[in-house]
Nanobody
Framework: QVQLVESGGGLVQAGGSLRLSCAAS????????MGWFRQFPGKEREFVAG????????YYADSVKGRFTISRDNAKNTVYLQMNSLKPEDTAVYYC?????????????????WGQGTQVAISS
């Protein structure tokens, strides 16, 4: 099984940018679809972005489309989430996810593996 460790979270001002990284170990990243989810305080975890296992096609939640970009570097066993034009409502804990399917499920209970999460806070 794969272990996932996120990094890159922090506090930035609205309009700024952050890049989250997720390093995988235990199994090669190319074996999995990868994705990012986030969880607001007191709310359910929600899908943010996914990237397919084989062809690298990316897909996004409507709330982040055009602002966030997911990418993967299989040689480095790392997946990234570039977040631009950040808004205070993007403040959440962001989780990296891996799944054995071709595409990352957008339904939380269907996801195979999770990282421990990284906090992102956007000040207005």
């Amino acid at each position: 099984q794969v272990q996932l460790v996120e990094s890159g979270g922090g506090l930035v001002q609205a309009g700024g940018s952050l890049r989250l990284s997720c390093a995988a170990s235990g199994r090669t990243l190319s074996s999995y679809a990868m994705g990012w989810f986030r969880q607001f305080p007191g709310k359910e975890r929600e899908f943010v972005a996914g990237i397919s296992r084989s062809d690298g096609s990316a897909y996004y939640a409507d709330s982040v489309k055009g602002r966030f970009t997911i990418s993967r570097d299989n040689a480095k066993n790392t997946v990234y989430l570039q977040m631009n034009s950040l808004k205070p409502e993007d403040t959440a804990v962001y989780y990296c996810a891996a799944d054995r399917l071709e595409n990352m499920p957008t339904i939380v209970p269907w996801v195979d593996y999770w990282g421990q999460g990284t906090q992102v806070a956007i000040s207005s």
